[in-house]
C-alpha cells in the first residue's frame, strides 16, 4: 500500500518539469537544447521540403497526418512480408503471413500494438528495429502531433492555423521521443535488459540440460514502448519476462516512462489555454488597468484548465487502481478449496519481484494510459481485478494514450457542460466558446464510436463460430476475453487476455479494422470539433457561466464519464467479470 | 491554373510524406537501436549480452532468467508452462522438455488459465500432490502461494523467502548439506525491497543452486 503512494507521489513531482518542457515544444518556445536540436530539425526540414512556419487548417491536417500514416503502412508492411531475407536475422525468422502481417501494421501505426505474433519467433531483429521500433515512435508522435493541434484549436490564438503537422512530428521525435529514449534505454540496460544483435543464446545448465535465452536488441524498444505509450513487447510474455523488465527500478522507469506525457498533455493543455484566454483578455483590457487577480500554486504548474481535467483523471485512476489492488490481494477462492493458501493475494500469472502492489499498479497504468504493455498476465486477473483495465480501456480518457486520451476527455467534458447547461437552461460554453449544434454532434458522434466499435464487434464474434473458435477459458471468463480484446483494439491499447487464440483470419481482419477506424475517425473529429472551436468569438463570462477549472467540475466530470460508461457497458460487464466474479465467490 | 497549382500541392505534399517517413525510419528505427547498441556495449557489456552467469568457466544461465531444476537437491522455481526454455536432447538431436512432450521453441508466457478455469484448479492440485510427496515434513496448508502458481512470463527467475525455506529440510537430505547452511545460502541469494518498500523480498533460485552446487563440490568456481 505504501509502495503505491510513494510511487504516485513521485509522479506528481516528477509529471510537473516534463509537462512544462511539453509545453515549451508545442507552443514553440525556447528550450534549453535548442542550439542543437534547432539545427538538426532545419537540416531534415530542408531534405523533405517542409516549411515548418507554413500553418494548416484542420483539414490539410488531419489529411497530412493520415497521408503520412499511410505511406508508413505501405513501408511497414512491405518490410514485415520480406522480413526473411538475411540482414538483421540470426535467428532465421520466416515472412510473415499477409493477414497476420495486415493486424500488426495497422496494430503498431495506430499506436495499439496488439501482438497476434510471438515476437520470439516471428520477428527477425531487422523487423523488430525498421518496423516496431520506428512505429513505435511515430504513431506516438502522430498521436501527439493531432493532440498539440486540437490544443491550438480550442485554445485559439487564430482562427484557422493549427500547427504544421510535418514540423510536430518532427520536433516530437527530436526534443521528446529520441533523447528520453535514449536515456531511458540506458538504464533499462544497467538493469539487465540485453541490448546486442546477436543471436539467441543456448548454454548448459547445471543439471546438464540445455536453456534457450532469447535476446536481441531488447532495451531500445522497450523504452519507447513506454514512452511513446505503445505496448506490445519484444517477447511474447511482455514486460513480464525478465529479459524486457528485469528488476524493480526497470519496473519503475517503464511505468513513469508511459506516465509521463500524457500527463504532460494535461499540462501542455492547460497552459496553452491559459496563454490563449491570456492574449485574448489583454487586448480587451485597457491600458493601465490593474494586472487580473494571482493565481494559486497549481493553477500556474497546471494551467486553471488543465488541473481540473488532471484532477479529474486522477480520481478516476484511483478509484480504478483501489478496486484493482484490493481484488487481486484478495486472492482466488477456488484455489484456496483447493487447499492453497491465498495469503499472498493471487499469484498466477504474476512474477514475485513484482508482488500483487506492483502489478496490481501496472495493470491500471498500462489501461489508463493506454501503453498496453503488461507486467502481469491480465488473462489470469481475478474477475474484479480484471474488470478494471477493461473498463478503463472502455473510458478511454484516464490519461489516455499520447495525446488521445486528452482529447477524449475534452469531449467528455464538452458533454459535461452541455448536460450542465441543459440543467439551468443556458447555452452552454467551454474555454470562452459556446457549444452549440454542429460541436455536440461531433461530440457525441466521437463518444459513440468507441462503445459501438467493441459491443458490435463483440456481438459479431460470439454469434460467429470463427470468432468462438478463438476463446480457452469456459463460462463467463470467455465473453470478457473477446470484450477485452476489442476494447483493447479500439483503445489503441493493444493489451490481451492472452488466453485468446487470436492468429486467425477472422481475429486478425476484424481486429485490425477496429483499430483502424478506432484510432482516425475519433482523431478527424476532434479536430473537425477544434476546427469548427477555433472560427468562433470568444464569449465574456457571466454570472451564468459554469467555471470549468473548479473542483466541482471535476466531480461533475468523473460522474459524467461513469454515467456515460455505466450506460453503455454494463450490460456487458455484467455478463462478463462480473458474474465470473459472482460465480467464483458465491 | 488552378488546376496545375492544385498538383503541385499534392505532389509537394506527396514528397513531404515520403521523406518525413524515410528519414524517421533511419533516425528512429536505425540509428536510434545502433546507437543504443554500442553504447551499451562500451558502458554496461555484461547486461547488453544477457547477464549471464557462469560457473566453472562456462554459461550455465542468465541472472535474470529462471530456470527448471529437476534433481532433489536443487531447490525448485515456479512452475512453468514452457518449462523455462529448458530442454534436453536425445541421440537423434530431438529435443524434449523434461517431462518428455516434445520442446516447442524458445517462448515465453503462460497458459493463461482464469481464475475460474477448472483446469487451472486440477493442475494446483497435482502440483501440490507432488511437492508434498517430495517435502514430506510439509503441510499443505504451509505451502506458499507462489510456488504452486505460474508467473506471468514463464521465465520467474525467483520466489518467495517463504518458499525457499520451506524446500530447505528436503534439500538437505538429499545433498548432505546441513539445514543451518541452506538457510545461510538462502539469506544469501534474497533481496530486499527498493529502499525496504518497493517491491518484494526475492529468492534467487539460480543464485541458490549455484551455491548448493558449489558447497557440494559439483562445480569448483562459484559463479557469482
Known amino acids: ?586 | 491554373m488552378n488546376e496545375a497549382s492544385n498538383h503541385t500541392a499534392f505532389f509537394r505534399g506527396l514528397r513531404q510524406m515520403f521523406g518525413v517517413t524515410l528519414i524517421l525510419l533511419l533516425l528512429c528505427g536505425f540509428v536510434f537501436p545502433v546507437l543504443l547498441t554500442g553504447i551499451s556495449s562500451m558502458v554496461f557489456p555484461a547486461q547488453a549480452g544477457g547477464s549471464l552467469v557462469y560457473a566453472d568457466g562456462r554459461a550455465v544461465g542468465s541472472k535474470y532468467v529462471g530456470q527448471e531444476f529437476t534433481k532433489p537437491y536443487f531447490m525448485k522455481g515456479r512452475p512453468s508452462a514452457y518449462h523455462y526454455n529448458t530442454y534436453y536432447e536425445d541421440a537423434q538431436g530431438n529435443r524434449y522438455y523434461s517431462d518428455g512432450s516434445p520442446f516447442a521453441g524458445v517462448s515465453s508466457g503462460s497458459n493463461n488459465y482464469a481464475p475460474s478455469n477448472p483446469a487451472l484448479i486440477e493442475r494446483v492440485k497435482a502440483d501440490i500432490e507432488t511437492f508434498l510427496a517430495a517435502n514430506p515434513d510439509v503441510t499443505r496448508e504451509e505451502i506458499p502461494t507462489d510456488l504452486m502458481t505460474a508467473s506471468g512470463s514463464g521465465l520467474d527467475p525467483h520466489i518467495s523467502p517463504a518458499s525457499a525455506q520451506i524446500q530447505i529440510p528436503a534439500i538437505a537430505k538429499a545433498s548432505g548439506l546441513s539445514e543451518a547452511a541452506l538457510a545461510q545460502i538462502v539469506e544469501d541469494n534474497t533481496q530486499g525491497k527498493l529502499l525496504g518498500i518497493l517491491g518484494e523480498d526475492t529468492v534467487s533460485v539460480l543464485g541458490v543452486n549455484l551455491d548448493i552446487a558449489a558447497a557440494m563440490g559439483l562445480i569448483s568456481v562459484n559463479g557469482n
Open chain 1, 1 to 586: 500500500m505504501l509502495q503505491l503512494v510513494l510511487t504516485g507521489v513521485l509522479y506528481l513531482i516528477l509529471v510537473i518539469p516534463v509537462g512544462r518542457y511539453l509545453y515549451h515544444i508545442a507552443a514553440g518556445k525556447h528550450t534549453f537544447a535548442d542550439p542543437v536540436l534547432d539545427r538538426i530539425d532545419d537540416v531534415i526540414y530542408k531534405i523533405v521540403g517542409v516549411d515548418p512556419h507554413r500553418g494548416m487548417n484542420w483539414r490539410q491536417y488531419a489529411l497530412a497526418l493520415i497521408g503520412t500514416n499511410a505511406v508508413m503502412i505501405a513501408i511497414g508492411y512491405l518490410i514485415l512480408r520480406i522480413q526473411s531475407i538475411g540482414i538483421f536475422n540470426p535467428n532465421h525468422i520466416g515472412s510473415m503471413e499477409p493477414s497476420l502481417a495486415f493486424n500488426t501494421i495497422i496494430s503498431f501505426m495506430t499506436n495499439t500494438n496488439l501482438q497476434h505474433y510471438s515476437g520470439e519467433s516471428g520477428l527477425s531483429y531487422l523487423s523488430q528495429m525498421l518496423v516496431i521500433t520506428f512505429m513505435m515512435f511515430v504513431s506516438a508522435a502522430s498521436g501527439y502531433a493531432a493532440c498539440v493541434a486540437f490544443i491550438r484549436g480550442v485554445a485559439g490564438k487564430t482562427k484557422d492555423n493549427v500547427g504544421n503537422f510535418f514540423s510536430d512530428l518532427v520536433r516530437i521525435t527530436t526534443r521528446v521521443l529520441l533523447p528520453f529514449s535514449l536515456v531511458g534505454g540506458l538504464l533499462l540496460v544497467w538493469q539487465g535488459v540485453p541490448q546486442t544483435f546477436s543471436e539467441n543464446i543456448v548454454v548448459e545448465t547445471l543439471e546438464g540440460t540445455f536453456q534457450v535465452l532469447a535476446t536481441g536488441p531488447v532495451a531500445a524498444l522497450e523504452i519507447i514502448k513506454h514512452l511513446g505509450t505503445n505496448g506490445g513487447g519484444f517477447f511474447g510474455a511482455n514486460s513480464s519476462t525478465p529479459m524486457e523488465n528485469p528488476t524493480i527500478l526497470s519496473n519503475l522507469i517503464e511505468l513513469y516512462s508511459m506516465m509521463l506525457l500524457p500527463g504532460a498533455c494535461v499540462i501542455t493543455f492547460g497552459k496553452m489555454v491559459g496563454d490563449g484566454r491570456r492574449t485574448h483578455q489583454e487586448s480587451k483590457k485597457p491600458e493601465h488597468a490593474l494586472p487580473a487577480h494571482r493565481e494559486g500554486m497549481t493553477a500556474r504548474l497546471f494551467g486553471a484548465e488543465g488541473r481540473s481535467i488532471f484532477l479529474a483523471m486522477s480520481v478516476l485512476f484511483v478509484i480504478g487502481l483501489s478496486l484493482c489492488f484490493w481484488a487481486e490481494s484478495q486472492g482466488n477462492p477456488a484455489l484456496a478449496e483447493a487447499g492453497l493458501s491465498q495469503s499472498m493475494g493471487s499469484m498466477e500469472g504474476k512474477e514475485v519481484r513484482f508482488g500483487v502492489a506492483q502489478s496490481a499498479l501496472f495493470t491500471t497504468v498500462t489501461t489508463s494510459f493506454t501503453t498496453g504493455t503488461i507486467n502481469n498476465m491480465h488473462d489470469t486477473l481475478t474477475p474484479l481485478g480484471g474488470l478494471v483495465p477493461l473498463l478503463h480501456m472502455m473510458l478511454n480518457c484516464v490519461f489516455g494514450g499520447k495525446g488521445v486520451g486528452l482529447m477524449n476527455i475534452i469531449l467528455y467534458a464538452i458533454l459535461a457542460v452541455f448536460i450542465c447547461g441543459l440543467m439551468v437552461g443556458r447555452t452552454p460554453e467551454y474555454l470562452g466558446k459556446k457549444i452549440e449544434g454542429r460541436e455536440m454532434k461531433l461530440t457525441a458522434l466521437a463518444i459513440i464510436i468507441h462503445p459501438l466499435l467493441i459491443l458490435a464487434f463483440s456481438a459479431l464474434a460470439v454469434a460467429t463460430s470463427a470468432g468462438q473458435a478463438g476463446i480457452t477459458n469456459p463460462g463467463f471468463h470467455g465473453l470478457t476475453q473477446v470484450l477485452y480484446e476489442y476494447a483493447s483494439s479500439a483503445a489503441n491499447n493493444g493489451s490481451g487476455f492472452e488466453g485468446l487464440a487470436d492468429n486467425t483470419y477472422f481475429w486478425n481482419i476484424t481486429t485490425g479494422l477496429v483499430m483502424f477506424l478506432g484510432r482516425y475517425l475519433p482523431i478527424v473529429l476532434q479536430l473537425a470539433i477544434a476546427g469548427s472551436l477555433m472560427k468562433k468569438s470568444y464569449v465574456n463570462e457571466s454570472a451564468g457561466t459554469l467555471q470549468t477549472s473548479t473542483v466541482s467540475f471535476s466531480v461533475i466530470l468523473v460522474f459524467v464519464v461513469y454515467i456515460f460508461a455505466a450506460l453503455t457497458f454494463f450490460p456487458a460487464l455484467a455478463l462478463g467479470p462480473i458474474a465470473e466474479h459472482l460465480t467464483l465467490w458465491g
